[in-house]
């Protein structure tokens, strides 16, 4: 790209703004999109916490999200996409209906109620006040929205874990990923096997919650069921950055979106690798952006 932007605001018609506690530690991110986009879903992780996951399955009805919400605060953060909701609907975005446009915002969340106050989680304001700092800015990454409260590892000695986005380009293929990284595994650079943050217990189930959750989004013109498989290989980017993962503590799931900027015929196998290849590099980000927060040392610092 032209443009300093390396992140997934790079591709046009994409909007992401955050709403961040940083005392609470907690907060939750919102990804905005010009016009409804066909949208999939691939949820690996036993512990999931989603909302709206089922309406992206290919031959179902809906099938577009008018905006994807990634947030903290457990199952009690679903509530954010309330707000998303009440944002999209006052500007008249959503699926048709007789009574009216229902906007439609799949969520996932990450489990961050052991670090600050555990009682304070994102709601429905929350999710509103993301979506109303949605810009096509470059994306602030690090301790931020939904990366505030995240962590890498279990138990005593865990690392600070974060939001990181990356930009990923291939011929005519570009893809773009935000990840929250906040896994039970140790996080390693995928180009040279070389361990980036660890924290205990990362080679056994752990003890806590946790998951590493995000988006993909590609500028071919793409079906649902294609767009189904390139959420599947988005994670094979999660397992070669992330070891190890999809566990029984783990709520991993990757949402991918179509954005349709670029006509034409595209290898699907190649979309998806690049997708892979953009979500392990928004992982990388997510750690090396991370900073020490709630008594929690960072990788990088």
Request: charged content about 15%; aromatic content about 4%; proline content about 5%.
């Amino acid at each position: 790209m032209a443009d300093a932007n390396s992140t997934l605001t790079a591709l046009p018609g994409v909007r992401v703004g955050h709403w961040t506690d940083t005392h609470a530690g907690t907060g939750c991110t919102v990804v905005l999109f010009e016009r409804a986009v066909p949208a999939a879903v691939d949820v690996r992780g036993s512990a999931p916490g989603t909302r709206e996951t089922d309406a992206l399955h290919p031959g179902g009805l809906v099938g577009h999200a008018d905006a994807i919400l990634l947030t903290g605060g457990s199952a009690f953060g679903l509530s954010a996409a309330d707000g998303v909701m009440r944002f999209l609907e006052a500007r008249d975005r959503g699926f048709p209906t007789a009574a009216g446009r229902v906007p439609i915002v799949p969520a996932a969340v990450i489990y961050d109620l052991s670090v600050g106050d555990p009682s304070v989680r994102p709601n429905a304001a929350s999710g509103e006040a993301a979506a109303a700092t949605a810009t096509t800015a470059p994306i602030q990454q690090g301790n931020v929205g939904a990366g505030t409260g995240a962590t890498i590892g279990s138990g005593v000695g865990r690392l600070k874990g974060g939001l990181g986005s990356a930009l990923w380009c291939s011929g005519t293929i570009e893809a773009a990923a935000l990840a929250v990284v906040n896994p039970a595994g140790a996080v390693h650079d995928p180009n040279t096997g070389r361990q980036l943050a660890a924290g205990p217990n990362t080679t056994q189930a752990g003890i806590g919650q946790n998951t590493t959750i995000g988006i993909v989004a590609v500028n071919a013109v793409l079906e649902r069921w294609q767009l189904r498989k390139v959420a599947e290989m988005s994670h094979d980017g999660l397992a070669r950055a992330v070891r190890p993962t999809h566990g029984m503590n783990d709520g991993d799931a990757i949402f991918a979106v179509a954005l349709g900027t670029r006509a034409g015929d595209f290898d699907l196998t190649a979309v998806g690798h690049a997708a892979a290849e953009a979500f392990s590099a928004a992982i990388i980000q997510g750690v090396r952006r991370a900073r020490p927060a709630y008594g929690l040392p960072a990788a990088h610092t």
